[in-house]
């Protein structure tokens, strides 16, 4: 039985919460070699608009239909066409650390503090217009292969899954128990929901009160 780390694929927004977690608990895997980790991204935004049409195209102009998180997938378009994985993993933690873990609001100065903390030199926006189109066709491809939410993955060559949905990303031996469970179930082929709710906890882990 080899004992390389599982291929796994996570589709990202930078703007959920819940993907925010599930991202901590992946990375920590995959600093323990349990896993090897490669991001893709989906756009919530578009997905909303493109839904109401049926289609996998947002039917409006990408800064209408990105128009809160656009520049943000612009952003790590650029990281990854010029730093790879590593540099989209870097703008992902600089990037969420301020808008999850300090709950900042989203804005152009807060994307651009992230960049230059990541290292990372991001052009003028009005300049990424390709990696718009980018974006656009990613988030297609993604809706061909049954993603439709965040955080969706990938273990090896298996169908997508969407979740887990965790409150607390889990790290050390418990981050790796929710692996096992997480692996368990993607190996069962006839296997498709397990719901909790309402939820009792938001993203972070605070209380949710009535």
């Known amino acids: 039985m080899s004992d390389a780390p599982t291929p796994v694929r996570l589709w990202i927004d930078p703007s959920c919460p819940w993907a925010w977690q599930a991202f901590t608990w992946l ?9 090897g980790l490669t991001y893709a991204f989906f756009s919530l935004e578009i997905n909303t608009l493109a839904l109401e049409r049926n289609a996998t195209d947002p039917g ?4 209408q239909a990105a128009a809160t998180y656009g520049e943000a997938f612009t952003a790590l378009a650029w990281a990854r066409r010029t730093g790879g994985q590593d540099a989209v993993e870097r703008l992902l933690v600089q ?17 651009r503090e992230a960049a230059v903390a990541a290292e990372i ?13 980018e974006v656009l066709a990613e988030y297609a491809a993604a809706r061909a292969l049954d ?12 169908s997508v899954i969407y979740g887990p949905i965790i409150a607390v990303g889990p790290t050390g031996e418990d981050g790796l128990a929710l692996w096992r469970e997480v692996a368990g179930v993607v190996e069962r082929p ?14 972070g882990g ?5």
Do not use: C
């Not at 990375?27 to 896993?35: A, E, G, M, P, S």
């Open 121 to 133: 030199e991001l052009p003028p926006f009005g300049e990424l217009a390709d990696l718009q189109r």
């Open 27 to 35: 990375r920590d895997l995959r600093d323990h070699q349990v896993i």
């Open 95 to 111: 990037f969420g650390n301020r808008r999850h873990g300090e709950k900042r609001d989203m804005s152009p100065e807060l994307l």
């Open 60 to 63: 409006v102009p990408y800064a």
């Open 147 to 158: 993603v439709f939410g965040v955080p969706t993955l990938q273990v090896a060559d298996h």
């Open 206 to 210: 605070e209380p949710v009160r009535a």
């Open 190 to 203: 006839g296997f498709f929901e397990l719901k909790r709710w309402p939820r009792g906890q938001r993203p």
